[in-house]
């Protein structure tokens, strides 16, 4: 059992301790066998007594002032704020099950009143997202991804197709972040509008959305794994024998990037310059012939999907601070996979833009190995008094637990 745990000790003595021959017995030690035991959360109220005091001779009131909080006037602490917010954006519960599972321990609390509150944190929290995205954007080297997200139409309760766009510092970096952007359609225009004048390399899959902004000077950095993802698609159909050979190819350079995973940038370029680049060089070459003797079908277009590329898909081999693929952002983004398929959609445009702010702090709290709950908790109490000049001191990268 973990140490950290308490522990509670239930002793367990037979009723008489004298024996059957008239003598009384000794202890002479004991077995210890541990159970791991578990209480569902509870609740319990704070009850906060501001009391009066007067003075008799002049009149005087004086009272300590309302402590502050993150929903004025509200019920909730940040305790709670940070349960409900983590269980629906961490956990992928419908707030539908939280409101069954608050009730079991004896809260009834409406998923209206529920929904209100994610939505009031969402406002609160917006300037912690941007102050995040903002560090982001200093650095040189970004991965985006992009997902769909049903969103309920106003006026006719339908739900149509928007997207949920993900962003992150590049897999080698120190700083571990990720900003998810909500927005109505897949349009490269909300790319080159959370990006701005951001200049660096981009990692990201090819889609049509990124072109304009690699016109308007960032770089573009292929991903190797939808690249392989062709081939290995023909390979288990049994479709193509060239795809076997691809995946040889392709295996070999990743074999190298489990060797340099660890290294500094320089070591890494290094190792890249002096054993990938010949690979990458005879798969070139390989494709090339490949592709002078096929004509058409799936196994032609996952050749052009490469050949077409291929200077994006080879950029890492001269910079180390790149990495291979885009799976760094493409895993941030399995969370939101799983919890559309419990919450099912977004209520409104608004309402997708406040979870994707809470989404994009307990993912990267995720990135920072820290307990996204107690990471909420404390910020959404220290929010309300902190310094807006300090807020950086609350990113989840540079966040240090509030001392007594």
């Known amino acids: 059992m973990p140490e950290h745990l308490p522990r509670v000790e239930i002793k367990h003595e037979p009723e008489n301790t004298r024996c059957g021959c008239g003598c009384q017995m000794k202890r002479i030690g004991e077995d210890v066998s541990e159970k791991l035991d578990y209480t569902p959360g509870t609740f319990k109220v704070e009850r906060h007594v501001r009391g009066k005091w007067a003075c008799g001779a002049c009149q005087k009131l004086v009272q300590a002032p309302v402590p502050a909080q993150i929903i004025d006037k509200g019920i909730p602490t940040a305790g709670l704020l940070a349960d409900v917010a983590v269980g629906k954006f961490g956990d992928h519960l419908p707030l539908y099950r939280l409101e069954d599972r608050y009730a079991r321990a004896g809260v009834p609390l409406p998923r209206s009143t529920l929904a209100q509150w994610m939505g009031q944190c969402g406002v609160q929290l917006q300037p912690l997202v941007d102050a995040l995205m903002t560090e982001m954007l200093a650095h040189t080297v970004l991965h985006a991804d992009e997902t769909p997200v049903q969103m309920l139409k106003p006026g006719n309760g339908k739900t149509h197709r928007a997207y949920l766009w993900a962003y992150s510092t590049g897999a080698f970096e120190p700083m571990k972040a990720v900003v998810y952007d909500f927005c109505e359609s897949r349009s490269g225009e909300h790319v080159r509008a959370f990006l701005g004048e951001w200049r ?12 304009a902004s690699f016109a308007g000077g960032i770089t573009e950095v292929g991903c190797m794994a939808h690249a392989r993802r062709k081939f290995f698609d023909l390979h288990v159909n049994h479709t193509s024998q060239i795809a076997g050979q691809a995946l040889q190819y392709i295996s ?12 500094h940038a320089d070591q890494r370029q290094a190792i890249r310059q002096s054993k990938a680049k010949p690979i990458a060089d005879a798969l070139h070459g390989w494709m090339l012939a490949q592709r002078a003797k096929v004509f058409s079908g799936a196994t032609a277009k996952a050749l052009d999907y490469s050949l077409k590329r291929w200077e994006a898909l080879t950029r890492y081999i001269d910079d180390g601070r790149l990495p291979i693929d885009n799976n760094w952002i493409e895993n941030q983004m399995r969370p939101i996979a799983i919890g559309r398929k419990n919450w099912l959609f977004a209520g409104s445009l608004m309402a997708g833009q406040r979870a994707a702010a809470i989404m994009s702090l307990i993912q990267s709290a995720k990135l920072n190995g820290l307990d996204p709950y107690a990471y909420l908790r ?15 001191e609350l990113l989840p990268h540079r966040w240090r637990p509030q001392t007594a």
């Open 378 to 392: 404390d910020v959404l109490q220290r929010l309300p008094t902190h310094k807006a000049s300090q807020i950086g």
């Open 200 to 211: 660096g390399s981009l990692i990201c899959d090819d889609y049509a959305g990124y072109k």
């Open 252 to 263: 070999l350079l990743y074999d190298i990037e489990r060797e340099v995973r660890d290294l």
